[in-house]
């Protein structure tokens, strides 16, 4: 299957988990996770664009990952868009589709 794919890129971020004091930690914290999630949806936007500019007869667009965060990313294209929860990629296990 994997063969089947155009083209298919993996996109890696870090983002902080999770956070265990409250208050103004927490809402500091929380203001450096939401920027983590911009910067990921930003690297996302700039490898859809490359992929996009070079295939100009695409049907769908296959995503996986946080629906919100897709949402995020997609905004603004007009491409047919298949959300797909997925586990962690690793490694070469997109080779073993």
């Given at each position: ?31 450096l996770v939401e920027e ?62």
């Open positions: 299957m994997a063969d089947a794919f155009v083209e298919h890129e993996i996109v890696r971020s870090s983002v902080m988990g999770k956070h265990k004091q409250g208050g103004w930690s927490q809402k500091r914290f929380q203001s983590d999630i911009k910067h990921h949806a930003d690297k996302v936007r700039a490898v859809l664009d490359l992929m996009l500019s070079k295939h100009k007869d695409i049907q769908y667009v296959i995503a996986g990952g946080d629906g919100k965060l897709i949402k995020m990313i997609m905004e603004g294209y007009d491409y047919p868009l298949l959300m797909k929860s997925v586990d962690a990629i690793s490694k070469g296990m997109l080779n073993r589709c």
